[in-house]
T-cell receptor, first 111, second 112 residues
Framework: TQLLEQSPQFLSIQEGENLTVYCNSS?????LQWYRQEPGEGPVLLVT?????EVKKLKRLTFQFGDARKDSSLHITAAQPGDTGLYLC???????????FGTGTRLQVTL | EAQVTQNPRYLITVTGKKLTVTCSQN?????MSWYRQDPGLGLRQIYY???????DKGDVPEGYKVSRKEKRNFPLILESPSPNQTSLYFC???????????FGSGTRLTVV
């Protein structure tokens, strides 16, 4: 079974701070997806990276896929209260119909 | 509006009473999948489907059945629910599994 470990598990920061969430595995994935989940709702896709070394930016969020396609990071610049939520990485295998989710990082941004 | 619709949102049932959680998507997606989410264990894949009549087991398929008779629907069947199947369930769909999934709003199931 493939495993994806995220760190940190919990993060509480103040508005305006920067942060990085890590997603690590010993397995190679064909794609790496990042989701954000609000309480009582399903995860919402933020981004997908498929090429080793790929970097994607989504406003204040920067996503990177490791060169070996085993790890990924999410960096948030100048965090805002609206960034609060559970961040999940998910690795796709083969056709990526099989998706393995990471353990999750719960982020709280306070004023 | 493009969406994945699950029903019901909440369900309390008794051990052994068969139940079905429905899932429907209006995006003509090929791929569909079921997950359960439990505290401390995260999201785990139960079953997935790559097309009509094509399904395969995920990481935790025991006690569940699925069918994909038509593209838009992917129901999850619990033939004889047990308390350890109490969980939050999500259905998801994708046009190409490798590029991300759209999730439903979830079904909170309690088996007593």
């Amino acid at each position: 079974t493939q495993l994806l470990e995220q760190s940190p598990q919990f993060l509480s920061i103040q508005e305006g701070e920067n942060l990085t969430v890590y997603c690590n595995s010993s397995s190679v994935f064909s794609s790496l997806q990042w989701y954000r989940q609000e309480p009582g709702e399903g995860p919402v896709l933020l981004v997908t990276v498929v090429t080793g070394g790929e970097v994607k930016k989504l406003k204040r969020l920067t996503f990177q896929f490791g060169d070996a396609r085993k790890d990924s990071s999410l960096h948030i610049t100048a965090a805002q209260p609206g960034d609060t939520g559970l961040y999940l990485c998910a690795g796709g295998s083969g056709t990526a119909s099989k998706l393995t989710f990471g353990t999750g990082t719960r982020l709280q941004v306070t004023l | 509006e493009a969406q994945v619709t699950q029903n019901p949102r909440y369900l309390i049932t008794v051990t052994g009473k068969k139940l079905t959680v429905t899932c429907s998507q209006n995006m003509n997606h090929e791929y569909m999948s079921w997950y359960r989410q439990d505290p401390g264990l995260g999201l785990r894949q139960i079953y997935y489907s790559m097309n009509v009549e094509v399904t395969d087991k995920g990481d935790v398929p025991e006690g569940y059945k699925v069918s994909r008779k038509e593209k838009r629907n992917f129901p999850l069947i619990l033939e004889s629910p047990s308390p350890n199947q109490t969980s939050l369930y999500f259905c998801a769909s994708s046009s190409n599994g490798g590029y991300g999934y759209t999730f439903g709003s979830g079904t909170r199931l309690t088996v007593v």
